[in-house]
């Protein structure tokens, strides 16, 4: 039997947030028999041509307005400045409508503020760009985001992190729908993975910083990125900041919104993700020079914060050096 998929698009739209999904459901119809097929909607928020944040010019099968049926699958995608946007009451409401007639819905990127916006998330446990993972938090203060993750199923909602993880969370949809066989002949047509190891904090750096730079803790974080090789403990932090161990630990805390040892921990696997990525050093050196015990200290750490080993991610990011 045949479904519906709606992709929700407007001005500003990640193109590939709409494409990639497209693409997936496209291919699927190649494999499946006519009465299987995926038919496929592009709804606008808005009317007329609207522009892609990379330039490209998108034209919606229909305004929402005029989108009144049920989907099998209805998606929003996101775009660079969604977090920001506010497409107005009368927009908001059609799209909870359309959601509860949807048999599922979901979000591509950082869609989920569209869903966000419109009350759609409250209590919920969703995944969005990493980028934007705290902002919806902030927006959605009852949803329970998991930013490390590609892609997150809450009963009938089903989101997705970002941009390229819209293609990881439609294939996982079509092995729901039409099986795995059918889901591994797309992707291999497609040339990418039925499902990718790790999560999308592989991509994304730990070291976002958070203290004032002329703070004790800024000195620490910079001491810290300068003696990785180094023991690191709280006494020796502290001993930096010239503060007592507790106290030490108390405002790093406050400031850095991540414990001292949490710090620390991030700190090298940063710098052992550079390594990888950008020399062919043995993984024993990697470990020994970022501040592992061993390699496979080094392994342990990575498996926990990324979901690789770190050959796998040498693999998948290494320059050609």
Same mark, same amino acid.
Request: proline content about 4%.
């Given at each position: 039997m045949s479904k519906t998929v709606a992709i929700v698009i407007f001005s500003g739209v990640q193109s590939l947030d709409v494409t990639g999904p497209m693409d997936v459901f496209c291919e699927a119809n190649r494999f499946l028999a006519p009465q299987d097929h995926y038919r496929l909607e592009v709804i606008g928020?808005?009317?007329? &041509?609207?522009?892609?944040?990379? *330039? &490209?010019? &998108?034209?919606?099968?229909?305004? #929402?307005?005029?989108? !009144?049926?049920?989907?099998?699958?209805?998606?929003?995608? *996101?775009?660079?400045?969604?977090?920001?946007?506010? #497409?107005?009451?009368a927009f908001d409401a059609w799209l909870r409508d359309a959601c509860a007639l949807a048999q599922r819905f979901g979000s591509i990127c950082n869609g989920a503020?569209?869903? *966000?916006?419109?009350? !759609?998330?409250?209590?919920?446990?969703? %995944?969005?760009?990493?980028?934007?993972?705290?902002?919806l938090t902030a927006l959605c203060p009852s949803t329970r985001v998991e930013a490390d993750r590609l892609y997150v199923q809450d009963g009938e909602l089903y989101t997705s992190a970002g941009v390229t993880a819209g293609i990881d969370l439609s294939l996982y949809l079509l092995a729901r729908d039409y099986g795995p066989e059918v889901a591994l002949t797309v992707a291999k047509r497609l040339v990418v993975f039925t499902q990718r190891s790790g999560g999308q904090s592989q991509f994304s750096p730990f070291l976002t910083p958070h203290a004032e730079p002329t703070s004790a803790v800024a000195m620490v974080q910079r001491y810290v990125l300068a003696n990785l090789t180094g023991d690191l403990s709280l006494a020796d932090l502290a001993s930096a900041a010239n503060m007592s161990a507790r106290n030490f630990s108390r405002v790093f805390a406050r400031e850095a919104k991540v414990t001292?040892?949490? #710090?620390?921990?991030?700190?090298?696997?940063?710098?052992?993700?550079?390594?990888?990525?950008? %020399? %062919?050093?043995?993984?024993?050196?990697?470990?020994?020079?970022?501040?592992?015990?061993?390699?496979?200290?080094?392994?342990?750490? #990575?498996?926990r914060r990324l979901g690789v080993t770190p050959q796998q991610f040498r693999l998948n990011f290494a320059a050609m050096v």
């Open positions: 928020v808005e009317r007329g &041509l609207m522009a892609c944040s990379n *330039g &490209l010019s &998108l034209q919606a099968h229909r305004h #929402f307005s005029e989108a !009144l049926g049920g989907y099998d699958l209805l998606l929003v995608a *996101g775009g660079p400045q969604l977090p920001s946007m506010d #497409f107005g009451a503020f569209m869903l *966000g916006r419109a009350g !759609l998330l409250e209590g919920r446990t969703v %995944t969005t760009h990493w980028e934007d993972a705290a902002a001292p040892a949490e #710090f620390v921990e991030r700190a090298r696997v940063d710098a052992a993700r550079v390594m990888l990525e950008s %020399t %062919t050093a043995p993984l024993k050196t990697v470990a020994y020079d970022c501040g592992f015990r061993d390699a496979q200290h080094m392994r342990s750490v #990575f498996n």
